[in-house]
Every structure is written in C-alpha cells, then in structure tokens.
C-alpha cells in the first residue's frame, strides 16, 4: 500500500510566501522549483495499488534536489496526482494549488472506515449467496463509497439540493443501497427474479435500472439523488444525465446551476474510448448546454473487459481525453482513502467555485472479471496472482488506524444477510425510484381516447400570433432579403392574403403554445435559421449582429422560449434532448437533425433511449425529433432519414412516427404533440424542397381545423379506378402529375401518420371509394427501404380483398442515385408505373 501524501507543516509559498533573501532569488528559485513538480508532479505520483503500471517518468524538466523539491514532491508525488497547469486561468491554477498546498481538517476517519467495510461485506455476502450471478462488483475500488459520500457531503453544504447521476455497471447495486440509501433487500430481491410474469417483455437487468433516494449528510443537509437508468452502451447516458440536469436547473431558475450537480461515473476503457464522451464533454461551457460543470468521476481498475491499458487509451492515462479542454484532473491512488476523501472535497469546491466540470481518476483493480462469471487469470494472470493475496481495503485501513473492526464487521454481515433471506420471501420486484411530482398528469401505454385536444386557431389569433413572430424591435437593421423574402411574406400569409409555407406554420405553432405557457426547446445545426433557410426563428441586425428572437417577445408571462446552433455532434446532442424532455415533461422539446440521414449518428440514443426506455424502465419523453427526408436528386447521403430503422423499432405504442403533408399538418400535430398528456416520442419526417410547394401550403381555414388527420382521404376524385396511398413528397408530385394529365380516375390517399398504424382511418379513407379495384403503396424509396415491408402487410388487412401492388424504386445498397438526370429518369417512371401507365 502507498504511503499517504503527507500534510505539511506550513503553507506553500504559491499561498504565502516565506522569508526570503533581500534579492528574492531564493522565493524565485523555490517558485520556479514548485512549479515543476506543479507541472509534472503527478507523473511520478504513487497511483497504482498493485504497484503493476504507471510506473515513475522522468520530469521533461529536471527537479534540483533540495529542500524545496523534497516538499514539493510530497504535494504532488504521493497518492494525488494533479494536472491542472494546461488551463489558461492563472485564478483557477493558482486556486489549485492553495488546495493542494495547504492544511486541511482531519478526515472522518471512523465514516470512512464504516463506508469501507459496508462496501466490502455487502459484495461478500451476494458473492455468497449468488455464486456465479453477475453483479459487477466494486472490490478493489470499494473507496467510491467514501468518496461519494465527501463529494455530497460537501456539495450539501455548497448549496446542492439535488444531483442527477448515471454510472456503469460496476459497483452499481453497491452505490444504490450504501449511497443511495435503498434497502439492500430491494437489490436481493432482483437477484431473486420474482414475479417475471409482470415484465415479459420488458424490463432491464438489475445493473441497469436506476434509483432514487435521499442522502443525509453528518450535519444533516440533505440532497435528492437520482441514479439514472441507462443500457449497456456506457458512455450514452452522459449526455442524457447533462440534459436532465439542465432540465432540473432551469425548473429552479437563477440559482439552479448551484442547486443541481451532476456527476458521471465512467469506467477507464469507456472514457479514453468512446467517441459520445468526448462530444458530451465538449457540450460542457457551450450556452445551449452550459449546466454549471460535472464532476467526471473514472473508477479505473486498469483493465478494459480483459484488454490492458496501452490497449485501451495511447496515452498514460485513460483521461487524457480530458486534456483538451481547460479542466483539471486530479489521479489518486484508491487505497488512500484520506487523500480520495481530500480530492471529493476539492472537486466539489472547485465545480461550486467555478461552475466547471472536474475529473477525477479513481485508480484501483478489480478483484474478479469483467462480471463475477468471468475468470480474469486466463488474460492477465500476473496481476489476479497479486490481488489473490492483497487484502480488501477496509482490512488494510483498519490496520493503518488500529481499530478492531470485527464487532462492526458481523453487524453490517448480519444486517445485509437477514436482508437477504427477506428477498427470498418477497412476491414482486420493487421500483427502486420515484418520479417527481411534475410528471403526475401524464402517462404512457396507449392512447386515451379522450385524450384529443383542439389544435385549431381562430383567424383573428392566427394574425395576431403572425404579426407577433414577424416584428423586429424599432431601429433594428433586417437584413433586406430576410424583410422582403421571409417577414413580409409571413406578414401577408397572416392576414389571408397567401397561404402558409411550413417555416411559417412551425413558428406561428411554437407561438400559440408559448402565449398559453407552454415552453418550447428546439436545438440542432442551424437550427435557428434552418438548414433551408426556412425558418428564421432569430433575427440578426445586420450592422451590429446583435439577435432577436421574437419568439421570446410573444406575450407577458409566456412559456421560456430556447433555440441553438448546436455544435456538430448528433449523438451526444440528441441525447442531451432527450434527458432534458426526460425531467421537462410539459415542454415541448425538439431536436432537428441537419439532414435525416445524420441522425444515423445517434443511433444508440435512438435505440437505447428514445425507442425503449419505456419498455425498459418506464421511464417516458415527448421528444421530438426532426428529420429533413426527400428524394430531389442530391446524390445518397441527404435523401433519406432512413424511416425503415424508426419504423423497425416501432411496437407496443412505444414511438410516434408521422410525415406531415402540408404547413397545416405540420402545425397540428406540433401542437398536438405538446397538447396531449401521452409522452412519447414523436419522429417526424420533414421536407425539403416541399417547404415551399404551393401544393404542401395551406390556408388559415386549414391552420382552424380541430386537430391533425392522420389519414388525408381524397375528396376529390369521383369513383377512381385505383387507389395510390403513400406518404411525403411523393404524393404531392404524384397530384401535379394527376392535375397535369387530367386524370381523375386515380385517387391519392395520404397516410400523415405511419405509426401507430392508423388502420380505422386509413380503411375509411379506401371504404370512400369502393369501386376502386386496384390499392397501390407508392414510395420514393428503393424496395429495401421505406415504409414498405412496415406498411404492405397492413395494407393488405385494410384493403380486404382487393390486391395491393407496389410501386418503388429498386432494391439499393444506397439510398439514392448520385446523378441528378438518373434521379429525374426514375421519378418519371416511378410516376408513371404509379399512375397506371406500365403496371
């Protein structure tokens, strides 16, 4: 075991500086020494237990040997290894170094002993009675629990009320009842399995779920904590965590970032590896996403599953990924249980002093495998013969402190055991969290049927609101083809004189929620603008670039109106979306992918999250998620947003899935979306070059009707001889065409909504017509994409006995043609073969 960093008998002088000569040389020479070891200090730090690796470094600039380098080296050399001379604030680095280089109070030595020992016996006793049953135990780095409980200690005391975390699977049932405070026969209880019947289908391993509870500090203060659920892809609930927490502060106000902490509990792989961490760490100071800083906690036991460090991270430590950005990292030793005790302190200060995010890397071993099921000594059997013989933690602190531990030892044994044998005993599983207040008047499951909210506005609302999103303040410069092209265009859809294109019905829907309270949250790229220059939700003054955005300026006491640019990152920013609807039920939060195709890069957030965290959790978000999808002849990659992968995903009413047709449809189920008390996530598939087709736009008449058609019957047509049904863009080309030839014989069906499957409107919408012999899916995508294999055997049940046919282009590795002429030449046959000409 490393010796403990020694605490000196005097104040560095980087804090008060000492006597010196009439020169100064000597305080100059005794800085200049300092701040070597301040710069490179922690590459000869003890930090490995097993004494394995990280083995010392020679400093790139040598120490002198002398007094000052012998004090020096016991601040930074010993169990903590700091680096924090790459961040550019002379206050920060100076403040750092008051901390490291000064006295502090002496540890609670018994409360850390007792975290220790509850830690170490509460694994035990599930390795006893659970032979060979994954629990991703926390022995070799049991010293979280202490840690844990001095960073809420004095969080508690900084003014926190509450943190929102999430963590890996190791020592995550530990953290749950000896953090958390959930009754340790809660977790034997799924160890148990009980009642399977209730979850078939659904649920999560134990080592997923999350759990609330309420931790009391010595001096009893008090913080709400909230361990997250998340799947086994690690890393992707870090962005989540952010955006709950953003959600959380924003509930309180101004000093929400003061009251809400939240922290992330990594492993060594997963941080130096997964690319999601180092996008959500970059989101960090961002305004958009700013949550006042994060305590970034690695419990770093040295082995990645069964790969080794220098497989795992090219550089020393796994949190040099870290490193990029202006934040410090402190390394320490977790067999020191004091100097990890004095770190929590000092990363709980340092994010409450300057609200930035802080890592620390808990450097330890793990005692078993990956999972308990797992033998490690097949891949690394020199470092399972050293820790075979190493003694847990909790013995070694007790010999350091000579206390006999053995009547406390049996009482924590005997408390955990009769918890045991109570789970055997137990009938159902237990919910281990509880849902905040704010979520009470919604729900999830199916839809109520009652539950149906009048979208519509009155024409006299719908010039107001218009007029509201198209005013600038008196003196501000438009630019002249934003005032011309977009504001004095939106001012004559208002007054009836033009019909609304879909920037306009998007910002006049945001509008009318925000005046009745609502608030709306929409990010992505480009996104205040819109990648097709449809929007315009900010203005910016052209001679000074000042912005304004009207939305903010609707009306007194109305909803908190938020839109950003984000940067460019699609996983981690959708998952910052989703945490933020997680905890904003009554929001109306939006998240719009640049192109559809893009979200492809969030996929695991698609996956993991949006699609099932209800059936996993039952947890429920009302996300919405914006995807630009079309065919216009630009080649594969921005032509589709994949609507086949949302629409694999679709079951149990666990998604909405809906491509709008016109700028009224769009507003409708917008307003829906955040009307109705159903939370689930809404994809919406949006247009491109139909943004501004005279054929997609709509009237205020349209913008008054009660609510958004799933289905759009044709009442146009008079007995059809075949009936097309399709969704998109390729239906309103598919009515040009109609209108172009004269042909009314064919009749186009709309399906606005494609899941849940509206099958009763849907079969309305064809019973309309029932001298149609022929029901044809039309799509614009290859055979292998689209809505095709979702909707064509549901079709089928809906058309009764008349034949359904296909048209489509033809099965593609790739989404789309890159040549524009080819595009245009299979639109054209595409058209045809629909409209009867051919098939």
């Avoid at 959930?182 to 779920?209: C, L, N």
């Avoid at 005032?483 to 939106?490: A, P, S």
């Avoid at 009442?715 to 001889?721: A, H, L």
Wanted: charged fraction near 20%; hydrophobic fraction near 35%.
């Amino acid at each position: 075991m490393p010796t403990k960093t020694p605490t000196p008998s005097k104040p560095s002088p980087s804090v008060k500086t000492s006597p010196a000569s009439n020169n100064g040389t000597a305080a100059t020479t005794r800085e200049t020494t300092f701040d070597i070891f301040r710069r490179w200090g922690y590459l000869q730090a003890s930090l490995d237990p097993l004494g394995q690796y990280l083995p010392p470094e020679p400093f790139p600039t040598p120490a002198p040997d002398g007094a000052d380098s012998e004090e020096a080296r016991r601040y930074y050399c010993g169990s903590i290894g700091a680096e924090f001379m790459h961040i550019p604030s002379p206050e920060k680095r100076a403040w750092i170094q008051e901390q490291l280089e000064r006295d502090l109070p002496a540890a609670d030595t018994a409360r850390i002993l007792t975290g220790l020992i509850r830690a170490d016996i509460f694994e035990q006793v599930i390795q006893q009675r659970y032979l060979g049953t994954k629990r991703f135990s926390l022995e070799g780095l049991t010293v979280l629990i202490p840690f844990l409980d001095q960073v809420f200690t004095t969080s508690a005391d900084n003014g926190v009320t509450r943190s929102v975390f999430a963590m890996s699977h190791r020592g995550r049932l530990n953290v749950m009842v000896n953090t958390i405070g959930r009754a340790s026969e809660e977790v034997f209880t799924k160890f148990e399995d009980v009642d399977p019947r209730s979850i078939m289908g659904g649920g999560d391993v134990k080592y997923h779920t999350g759990a609330t509870g309420d931790f009391v500090t010595p001096n009893g203060k008090s913080i709400h904590l909230h361990l997250a659920s998340n799947p086994s892809h690690l890393e992707a609930a870090d962005p989540v965590i952010m955006g709950r927490a953003r959600a959380y502060q924003e509930r309180i106000g101004q000093a929400g970032r003061k009251q809400v902490l939240p922290l992330i509990i990594h492993g060594d792989a997963a941080f130096a590896g997964q690319g999601i961490w180092a996008e959500t760490l970059n989101l960090a100071s961002l305004h958009g996403y700013n949550v006042g800083g994060t305590i970034q906690v690695i419990v770093n036991n040295l082995l990645g599953f069964t790969a080794l460090p220098e497989e795992s991270n090219s550089s020393r430590f796994a949190s040099d990924l870290a490193k990029r950005l202006p934040i410090p990292i402190f390394h320490v030793n977790a067999e020191d249980p004091e100097a990890v005790a004095r770190i929590a302190i000092l990363a709980a200060d340092y994010r409450h002093t300057f609200g930035s995010d802080v890592v620390v890397d808990l450097i330890g071993y793990r005692r078993h495998g990956h999972s308990e099921v797992d033998d490690p000594t097949v891949t690394q059997p020199r470092r399972y013969a050293l820790i075979k013989d190493h003694p847990p933690l909790y013995k070694l602190y007790a010999e350091k402190l000579g206390v006999d531990t053995t009547a406390e030892i049996a009482e924590v044994q005997q408390e955990f055991l009769e918890d045991q044998k109570s789970a055997t005993h137990a009938e159902h599983k237990p919910t281990m969290h509880t849902l905040p207040e704010y979520w009470a008047p919604y729900y999830g499951g199916r839809l109520r049927v009652d539950d149906n909210p009048n979208t519509g506005l009155d024409a006299a609302e719908i010039t107001s609101l218009t007029k509201a999103i198209t005013t600038a303040p008196e003196g501000f410069h438009l630019h002249p083809k934003v005032k011309k092209t977009v504001l004095d265009q939106r001012i004559e859809m208002g007054e009836g004189k033009k019909p609304f294109d879909y920037g306009t019905a998007e910002l006049l829907a945001y509008a009318s929620l925000l005046k009745a309270g609502t608030p709306v949250r929409l990010t992505g790229q480009d996104s205040q603008r819109g990648t097709f220059n449809q929007r315009h939700s900010v203005l910016i003054d052209i001679e000074t670039e000042v912005r304004y955005s009207p939305l903010s300026n609707i009306a007194p006491n109305q909803g908190h109106w938020e839109v950003y640019n984000s940067m460019l990152s699609e996983a981690a920013c959708l998952g910052y979306e989703y945490g933020f609807s997680r905890d904003f039920p009554e929001a109306l939060t939006l998240w719009e992918a640049q192109f559809g195709d893009f979200a492809n890069g969030a996929q695991i957030i698609i996956d993991q999250f949006i699609s099932a965290s209800e059936a996993k959790w039952g947890l429920l978000s009302g996300l919405v998620m914006l995807l630009p999808h079309g065919y216009e002849g630009q080649g594969p990659e921005h032509s589709s947003a994949r609507m086949e992968r949302y629409l694999q995903l679709a079951a149990q009413d666990n998604i909405q899935i809906a491509q709008p047709s016109t700028a009224a449809q769009y507003f409708h189920l917008l307003r829906r979306q955040a009307m109705r008390k159903w939370r689930k996530p809404l994809i919406v598939f949006t247009p491109k070059s139909m943004l501004r087709h005279p054929d997609a736009m709509s009237s205020i008449a349209d913008l008054g009707k009660a609510s958004f058609q799933n289905v759009l019957p044709d009442n146009e047509v008079q007995n059809p001889r075949r009936l097309l049904v399709c969704t998109g863009k390729i239906g309103h080309n598919l009515r040009v065409e109609r209108a172009k030839r004269n042909d009314m014989s064919v009749g186009i069906v709309f399906v606005e909504q494609l899941y849940p499957w509206p099958e009763a409107e849907l079969k309305a919408a064809l019973d309309q017509h029932p001298d149609a012999t022929e029901i044809v899916w039309v799509q614009e995508e290859p055979a292998n994409m689209g809505a095709l294999s979702f909707v064509q055997p549901r079709l089928k049940r809906v058309a009764g006995d008349r034949p359904v046919l296909t048209v489509k282009r033809t099965a593609s590795a790739s989404p789309a043609t890159g040549s524009a002429k080819a595009h245009e030449m299979e639109e054209k046959t595409l058209i045809d073969l629909a409209l009867g000409h051919g098939l």
